[in-house]
């Protein structure tokens, strides 16, 4: 016979165990997120993200910014349509839509919270652009002649200012973004690309063959001097990833090479990520009057497992190439 006590006992302890994990599951929503508190200004926009992950729920709340900027630009543009051979053109429209995740780089995260097993999120994303937001926040003119300011993005902002404006390059909350003024300002698609830039130099060459991949297609790099120093060779993925191919070789005027070895190697490859259709990477080629010194690095060849060790090694690099002579050149890959 059953002893009833007992039972019931045992019935309570489960009711309240039950009882506390209900209480766990549910969900209360922030009531900033609920009652919307922030609201959009003159020159931002406002998002809300909620998802079962602090990424589901940031794509949600870009989501709903690219969604006004689509419908703003849409309402903007009803007067600029064009007419050809009575059809009539909306083709800038559309590209703009489809392009607008990718080129929100002002986003600035103002709340978050996890209750139960969502999470919520509301993103400011400034629709100015940086040279606008420098000037409403105080910049100061650069003195130096980094590497940096010779890129692509500082000489729009130099034209756009009147001189370069003194910045750092960090990657900051999982985006590459320039320091100025203590101030952060993403860069374009929140990616290292945003830098890339084809760079000519008399005293180094360097050339990447052939410079447009397709599929998994082999690439060599071939490098000459006509200066004697130290040579270095890197490569720099649009993810952020540096690899060294020569680090402080000493030569001579006059020295050429391939790299990799043809007599060991068929050449260097490009991993396209699933879901990409291209990507890019930049050849950095560098002969200094001295060694480069870095940290650590990591060795074309070599297990890519130091990618955010080797991020950080990106600004030192920059910094230290000021005074050498740089080349750089471009390697696409598309998928095949």
């Avoid at 960090?170 to 290292?192: Q, T, V």
């Amino acid at each position: 016979m059953y002893n009833l006590r007992h039972l019931n006992v045992k019935l309570s302890i489960v009711s309240v165990i039950l009882a506390m994990w209900l209480v766990g599951c549910q969900t209360t929503i922030p009531n900033w997120y609920q009652q919307r508190e922030y609201t959009n200004t003159n020159h931002t926009l406002i998002g809300y993200g909620i998802g079962n992950s602090q990424l589901e729920a940031r794509e949600s709340a870009i989501s709903e910014i690219a969604s006004a900027l689509s419908t703003q630009f849409s309402q903007q543009s009803q007067t600029v349509v064009e007419e050809n051979n009575g059809e009539t053109s909306y083709i800038s429209r559309v590209e703009y839509q489809l392009n607008t995740h990718t080129n929100l780089h002002g986003l600035t995260l103002l709340n978050q919270a996890n209750s139960g097993n969502k999470y919520y999120v509301v993103y400011q994303f400034d629709k100015r652009t940086t040279a606008t937001r420098m000037v409403a926040n105080g910049y100061h003119c650069a003195e130096d002649s980094s590497y940096l300011y010779r890129t692509a993005v500082f000489q729009k902002l130099e034209d756009e200012l009147g001189c370069v404006p003194q910045a750092k390059l960090i990657f900051h909350n999982n985006y590459w973004a320039l320091k100025s003024n203590d101030y952060y300002y993403p860069l374009e698609g929140n990616s290292i690309a945003a830098l890339f830039s084809e760079q000519a130099n008399p005293y180094i060459k360097a050339s990447a063959v052939p410079h447009r991949l397709v599929g998994n297609a082999p690439y060599s790099i071939h490098v000459s001097t006509h200066q004697a120093g130290y040579l270095s060779l890197f490569t720099l993925s649009d993810n952020g990833e540096l690899q060294d191919a020569h680090l402080n070789l000493k030569v001579n005027d006059g020295f050429k090479s391939r790299y990799p070895d043809p007599a060991r190697y068929e050449g260097l490859r490009i991993a396209i990520p699933e879901g990409s259709d291209r990507v890019k990477e930049m050849i950095i080629a560098t002969l200094c009057d001295q060694p480069i010194v870095l940290p650590s690095t990591n060795p074309i060849q070599t297990n890519p497992d130091m990618v955010e060790r080797n991020q950080k090694n990106i600004p030192l690099l920059f910094n230290q190439i000021s005074q050498c002579n740089v080349s750089t050149t471009i390697v696409h890959a598309l998928a095949g």
